[in-house]
């Protein structure tokens, strides 16, 4: 059962902007709705009090035909609610599909897709709407495809650039890397972290719709007469507005109020919904515990890797190395030098514009340069970022996704996967798992996300385990507890490990060889036993191993 805390965490956080927006919006549109079964009909019958002013009877008045003003004004505000409501569902459902589906397409449908919406939105929406009405013809539905249609480019640019960015997040690449189909990643891993800005342009899109809905009914481009909305009742008032100005005092605060509430609804909930605001925790202590389950029996081979830029600028050349079983190669050097690359190449998660060719590239009896399917590279390689704050998905809960590969590829039931995950957090050292399966990411500190990184990749029990500088942004106790667990893995489960790392004297205490990157080239391949005792042959290295701080003491 969750507790107190968890159940707290899921209450919806109330805050002045989304209180005003309720009042603002929910109070108009309610008063709207009731008045439109209530006084309906005055709206539309003729009366013999014919251009009278306000008064008990008529709050605003009366036009020509004897109509009261309020009631066409409530009634008027109804058609233009549901009109605004529609557009706003319609452009945004597209728009958002397609601004996040375009980053999940091929490369060159995806910049074509970019180009086009770039051009569109460089239009005025309202010259947009304006046009797509003369267009279409006047009427109630004509004018909400023609508004809907010109907001979608804009929401289609904000959920693509928003995709792009989380794109290239940690989790997403995990989620790919996991074989999570297209449209997983789409609705678990990026439309949740888009909530905030999305919802901003949820309520701006139903705010500028119902303006400009109204603007162009205003200049006979919308509803017609003898049906009316906000900006017909304008336009009819027009002719008096010097000699009956309350005429316009009606459909002008309508507008006003339901276009400023949904501006406020916006703003306070997307902080309300946002997980990433919520109340943190502290972390718990992590004690030691178990050990970790079985493991792959494969070797890894890598030969005359190379990776290069689409204009032939080579990055990595001539890379070759072999992992045995239960062995881990250190792959050291500065930044720049092609560690990172060697390992995207390894698990076939390369940036866009670069490209990898070798002789052999091999991981647990899998060909790597062949077309391995998303659960056999799945099961074969698993990787451990640099950074535990970007790994997961801010947005889910740490059950969800560690529980991921689990039930994508194994078809293990939610409970099952969740009984097994919870083995494997407790042999990686973390004392409560439940609690931190019911948590989000930034309710755990970053060795227990890291932590929790590796029983997440020993879930597939994976042929290679790479470990992308895992420790860079720990502290140095964390970091040496995250160390101590990659031995231990090592030594119980038999996984090949590629250890990537700049720091030198990390390597010679963790791995059995040392491979040393200089320009994307191996300058030296080392045992540990020759690294510490400083017995190297190549200049780079030896400048690395200088470079090491040493403990001097003097006599």
């Known amino acids: 059962m969750p507790d107190a805390g968890s159940a707290k965490a899921r209450r919806l956080r109330w805050n002045p902007a989304l209180i005003a927006g309720v009042v603002l919006l929910g109070g108009t549109g309610l008063t709207v709705l009731i008045a439109s079964l209530v006084i309906g009909d ?9 251009a009278q002013p306000a008064s008990g009877e008529h709050w605003l008045g009366t036009d020509y035909f004897g109509r009261d003003q309020l009631a066409r004004a409530l ?5 233009s609610l549901i009109m605004a409501l529609a557009a706003t569902v319609i452009s945004m459902s597209i728009g958002v599909l397609a601004g996040a589906a375009v980053w999940t397409a091929p490369r060159r449908v995806r910049e074509l897709a970019l180009r086009f919406v770039e051009i569109t939105v460089s239009y005025p929406e309202l010259l947009v709407a ?3 009405a003369a267009i279409l013809g006047a009427g109630r539905w004509q004018l909400v495809v023609a508004v809907a249609v010109a907001n979608i480019p804009a929401t289609a640019r904000l959920t693509a650039n928003l995709s792009g960015a989380l794109y290239q997040r940690d989790f997403v690449t995990t989620a790919r890397l996991s074989g999570v189909p297209r449209r997983a990643v789409i609705g678990r891993h990026l439309l949740p972290n888009m909530a905030e800005p999305l919802l901003i342009q949820v309520a701006a899109a139903f705010s500028t719709g119902l303006v400009a809905m109204s603007a162009l009914s205003f200049v006979g481009l919308g509803v017609q007469t003898p049906d009316f909305d906000l ?3 304008l336009a009819d008032a027009l002719p008096s507005i010097y000699s009956r100005p309350l005429e316009v005092v009606g459909p002008t605060l309508l507008i006003l109020l339901l276009s400023v509430g949904a501006m406020l609804i916006g703003d306070g909930l997307a902080a309300a919904v946002d997980p990433r605001v919520r109340r943190r925790t502290t972390a718990r202590a992590e004690t030691p515990a178990g050990s970790a389950p079985g493991a792959s029996t ?4 890598v030969r005359d890797l190379a990776v290069a830029r689409a204009d032939g600028t080579p990055l990595v050349r001539g890379v070759s190395f072999e992992i045995g079983r239960g062995e881990i190669v250190g792959l050291v050097g500065e930044s720049g030098s092609g560690k990172s690359l060697t390992a995207l190449s390894l698990a076939r998660l390369l940036p866009e514009g670069l ?3 070798a002789s052999e590239l091999r991981a647990g009896g899998i060909d790597l340069l062949g077309r391995p399917t998303r659960r056999e590279l799945a099961d074969t390689v698993a990787m451990v970022y640099q950074d535990p704050g970007t790994t997961f998905n801010p947005a889910l809960r740490m059950g969800t996704q560690l529980t991921e590969v689990l039930r994508v590829h194994r078809g293990l039931s939610k409970s099952a996967a969740r009984s097994v995950i919870t083995d494997l957090l407790a042999k990686v050292h973390i004392t409560d798992p439940e609690r931190v399966l019911r948590a989000h990411p930034y309710e755990l500190s970053g060795g227990m996300r890291q932590r929790a990184m590796i029983a997440a990749a020993l879930a597939a029990e994976p042929a290679l385990l790479v470990a992308d500088e895992p420790t860079t942004a720990l502290d140095t106790t964390v970091a040496a507890g995250i160390l101590r667990e990659l031995g231990r893995i090592r030594d119980e489960t038999g996984t090949s490990i590629l250890f990537i790392s700049h720091d030198l004297g ?6 059995d060889r040392v491979l040393v990157m200089k320009d994307g080239e191996i300058v030296e391949e080392l045992t540990c036993e020759a690294l510490r005792a400083g017995a190297v042959t190549a ?3 030896r400048m690395l191993l200088d470079s090491v701080p040493r403990l001097a003491v003097r006599s």
């Open 506 to 511: 990390v390597v010679e205490e963790l791995c």
């Open 539 to 541: 200049p780079y290295t």
């Open 130 to 132: 304006v046009v797509l």
């Open 42 to 50: 005055g709206a539309a019958r003729l009366s013999a009090d014919i």
């Open 75 to 79: 009634v008027g505000a109804e058609a």
């Open 231 to 233: 900006g017909r009742l």
């Open 298 to 301: 494969a070797p890894v081979v």
């Open 355 to 357: 490209t990898a060719t």
